[in-house]
């Protein structure tokens, strides 16, 4: 899984949000907000790490357990999904 190469991550004003560039940018008119570990997240799919990279890389970024690593990376890219911002 990837994120989509019109899809960048910009802070603004302290907040992190996904914005469509490129063609994208015309049909995409939505604004995804994210905190810090989701910017974490995005910036790995970005790399192309795999869903298991992610998490491992997650678990030694933040103080969080093996469930609750797994059930928001899942609703997160279940968001990225919705959005149509992974490939």
Request: no cysteine; proline share 1%.
């Amino acid at each position: 899984m990837k994120i989509k190469k019109d899809f960048v991550l910009r802070e603004v004003g302290g907040t992190y949000v996904i914005v469509a560039t490129g063609p994208t940018s015309k049909n995409f008119k939505k604004i995804v907000t994210l905190n810090e570990s989701g910017a974490f997240i995005f910036r790995k799919l970005k790399e192309n790490f795999s869903i298991n990279d992610v998490k491992a890389a997650v678990l030694e970024e933040y103080d969080i357990n093996d469930v609750q690593v797994d059930k928001d990376i899942n609703q997160f890219i279940n968001t990225l999904k919705e959005n149509n911002i992974v490939d």
